[in-house]
């Protein structure tokens, strides 16, 4: 792994002593925090959002227990793997550690080999998971966003949309006469035109937040968080460039002898009460409009 793709562990323990015997153990395999009581890891697992915490329990004014307790009712910070490092060595200690949702439990002084060997096991586990969360939001043909990925993600965009007072625009993507594409060149061909599509939409999102997502079928959702509808326009239009210029044939299409896209968009006001619904139902019907008019085209609703 490169520095910027190595995981990232946060040791929080009041002993500058322990700190920089773990931190020296850890420095070369990992990025690594260093907290010096309580209130300090908190605040460093909201911000860096390590992948494994190393946490001591005796500390002075917030004890490690009352850091996992914390650390598990906040959101930002609830996922994160917890392993207690403490002189506490009673089984009752450990269990009530176990219990409060550490994965771990290290007791003082401990062994060097078993502190890495332990810290590898749980941040392979970190790196399965995030396999399989990843693989879950995919869709498989297309290596875009799936629905329900977009669906957590608009959710998320629109309410941070309303909460800042920013724009944020959505259109839908629909390839034209795709089902005439089907039954003139086979399914084969159709997921590889699908795939050249998604791969246009993908690069034409511009902006880290930006997201496209395969809808349902030959539908793409596109969303600009912060893109007013004139950029966002911009944007589409660009895709839909891109697409035309593949130049692929489709003599099964009433629209144009190659293959074409329609979309429908809309962008939600600054000062606009529509529900995340409305927003996306104003990007269909405007989808439907440029399908009605022809197809091959971009249609926004006009007012914004």
């Given at each position: 792994m490169?520095g910027?793709d ?10 500058a ?15 690594l925090?260093?907290a010096?009581n ?11 959002a390590?992948?494994l915490?190393?946490?001591d ?7 490690g227990y009352?850091v ?7 959101p930002?910070t609830a ?7 403490s002189?506490?060595?009673r ?7 176990l219990k409060?949702?550490a994965?771990d ?5 401990f ?10 096991v ?5 790196r399965?998971?995030r ?5 879950a939001n995919?869709d498989g043909l297309?290596?875009l ?6 669906d957590?993600v608009?959710e998320?965009e629109?309410q941070?949309?309303?909460r800042?007072?920013?724009p944020?625009?959505l259109?839908?993507?629909?390839i034209?006469?795709f089902?005439?594409?089907?039954d003139r060149?086979g399914h084969?061909a ?14 034409g999102m511009?902006r ?6 395969r809808y349902?079928?030959e539908?793409?959702?596109l969303l ?5 509808a004139e ?10 460039e891109?697409?035309a ?5 489709h003599?099964?299409?009433?629209v144009?002898?190659?293959?074409t896209v ?9 000062d606009?009460r ?21 197809r091959?085209?971009?249609a926004?609703?006009?007012d914004?």
């Amino acid at each position: 792994m490169t520095g910027t793709d190595l995981q990232k562990v946060l040791v929080a323990d009041d002993d500058a002593i322990n700190r920089d015997v773990l931190g020296e153990l850890l420095k070369p395999e990992y990025t690594l925090l260093l907290a010096k009581n309580g209130a300090q890891a908190l605040e460093r697992a909201a911000r860096h959002a390590p992948d494994l915490i190393l946490l001591d329990v005796m500390m002075p004014d917030m004890d490690g227990y009352e850091v996992l307790r914390r650390l598990r009712a906040d959101p930002q910070t609830a996922h994160i793997a917890v392993i207690f490092i403490s002189g506490l060595d009673r089984p009752e200690d450990e269990a009530n550690g176990l219990k409060m949702g550490a994965a771990d439990y290290i007791t003082k002084p401990f062994n060097p080999s078993v502190v890495m060997a332990r810290v590898a096991v749980h941040l392979q586990v970190v790196r399965q998971r995030r396999m399989l969360e990843r693989l879950a939001n995919i869709d498989g043909l297309t290596e875009l966003a799936n629905r329900r990925r977009f669906d957590e993600v608009y959710e998320l965009e629109w309410q941070r949309a309303r909460r800042n007072g920013q724009p944020l625009s959505l259109a839908l993507l629909d390839i034209d006469s795709f089902k005439q594409f089907n039954d003139r060149y086979g399914h084969p061909a159709g997921d590889r035109v699908l795939r050249a599509v998604a791969r246009l939409a993908a690069v034409g999102m511009r902006r880290p937040a930006d997201l496209a997502a395969r809808y349902g079928g030959e539908e793409l959702v596109l969303l600009m968080p912060e893109t007013d509808a004139e950029a966002a326009r911009l944007v589409v239009a660009g895709i839909c460039e891109g697409i035309a210029q593949l130049m692929i044939p489709h003599e099964a299409s009433n629209v144009a002898p190659v293959l074409t896209v329609s979309v429908g968009g809309a962008t939600l006001l600054a000062d606009s009460r529509e529900l995340s619904a409305e927003l996306f139902e104003a990007a269909d019907t405007h989808l439907y409009r440029a399908k009605q008019s022809g197809r091959n085209r971009i249609a926004w609703r006009n007012d914004v």
